[in-house]
C-alpha cells in the first residue's frame, strides 16, 4: 500500500543553519504530496504541497520539490530560526485533485537552539 | 480563520468506562471531518471519516463498535472510546474539511486529545 517514509528525528541545528528532512513516499498513480507543521500544543498546519511532479511548494522560506523518479519530497531551509522548532510531518493524498485520506510519516522533531 | 478545536485535550480513565472526545469547526462549517490516531514517535493513523447526517466510514482493522462516531452538525464530532483499556491509550486527532470550496479542501487539524487508560 501507500506510505511515506520521513528521516528520524530529532533534528537539532543552530540558528541560521541550513535544514534538510528526508521524504520517500511508495504510491500507485500520481498522489499528491504535503508537509504538515505542528507546534507545540498546537494543530497540524499544512506548511507546503505539490501536486505534480517537478512542482515547487513554497512557505515561510521552506521548499520541496516533487520528484517523481525518486520518489521523494525533501523539505529545506536555508536560514532555520528558533520559531521554526516543531515537528514536521510528510504525507500524501493517494489522487492527485480533490481531497482524500492522507497518509502521514511518523514525523521529523526539529530543535533550532540560539 | 479555519481553527478546530478538542476537548477535552487530556484524559485519565478507568478501566471498562467510555470516554468522548469533542472536536469542532470554530469559525467554519465541514461536511466532512477525520479522525486519526498517533502512537508515540509514529504516524497518524487515519480511524475513519465522519460526514454529517450520515454513518462514518471507517478505515480497516478500526472497530466501528469500539470508536463511536457521531457527526450531528456541521461543526461538531465526536469520538467515543467504548469501554476503554490500556491498549487504547493514544493521541487523538481529528481534522476538518471546510464546505466552502474556496479553501480547495484543506484539512485543518484540532490540537488532539491525549487519552491515558488506567
Known amino acids: 500500500g501507500d506510505s511515506v517514509t520521513q528521516m528520524e528525528g530529532p533534528v537539532t541545528l543552530s540558528e541560521e543553519a541550513f535544514l534538510t528532512i528526508n521524504c520517500t513516499y511508495t504510491?500507485?498513480?500520481?498522489?499528491?504530496l504535503f508537509w504538515y507543521v505542528q507546534y507545540p500544543g498546537e494543530g497540524l498546519q499544512l506548511l507546503l504541497k505539490?501536486?505534480?511532479?517537478?512542482d515547487k511548494g513554497s512557505n515561510k522560506g521552506f521548499e520541496a520539490t516533487y520528484r517523481k523518479e525518486t520518489t521523494s519530497f525533501h523539505l529545506e531551509k536555508g536560514s532555520v530560526q528558533v520559531s521554526d522548532s516543531a515537528v514536521y510531518f510528510c504525507?500524501?493524498?493517494?489522487?492527485?485533485?480533490?481531497?482524500?485520506?492522507?497518509?502521514f510519516g511518523a514525523g521529523t522533531r526539529l530543535a533550532v537552539h540560539p | 480563520g479555519a481553527v478546530v478545536s478538542q476537548h477535552p485535550s487530556w484524559v485519565i480513565c478507568k478501566s471498562g468506562t467510555s470516554v468522548k472526545i469533542e472536536c469542532r469547526s470554530l469559525d467554519f462549517q465541514a461536511t466532512t471531518m477525520f479522525w486519526y490516531r498517533q502512537f508515540p514517535k509514529q504516524s497518524l493513523m487515519l480511524m475513519a471519516t465522519?460526514?454529517?447526517?450520515?454513518?462514518?466510514?471507517?478505515e480497516q482493522g478500526v472497530e466501528k463498535d469500539k470508536f463511536l462516531i457521531n457527526h450531528a452538525s456541521l461543526t461538531l464530532s465526536t469520538l467515543t472510546v467504548t469501554s476503554a483499556h490500556p491498549e487504547d491509550s493514544s493521541f487523538y486527532i481529528c481534522s476538518a474539511i471546510p464546505t466552502s470550496p474556496e479553501i480547495d479542501n484543506e484539512q485543518f487539524f484540532g490540537p488532539g486529545t491525549r487519552l491515558t487508560v488506567l
Open positions: 505539490a501536486t505534480k511532479a517537478d
Open positions: 504510491a500507485t498513480g500520481y498522489p499528491s
Open positions: 465522519s460526514n454529517e447526517g450520515s454513518k462514518a466510514t471507517y
Open positions: 504525507a500524501l493524498t493517494p489522487f492527485s485533485g480533490g481531497y482524500n485520506k492522507l497518509i
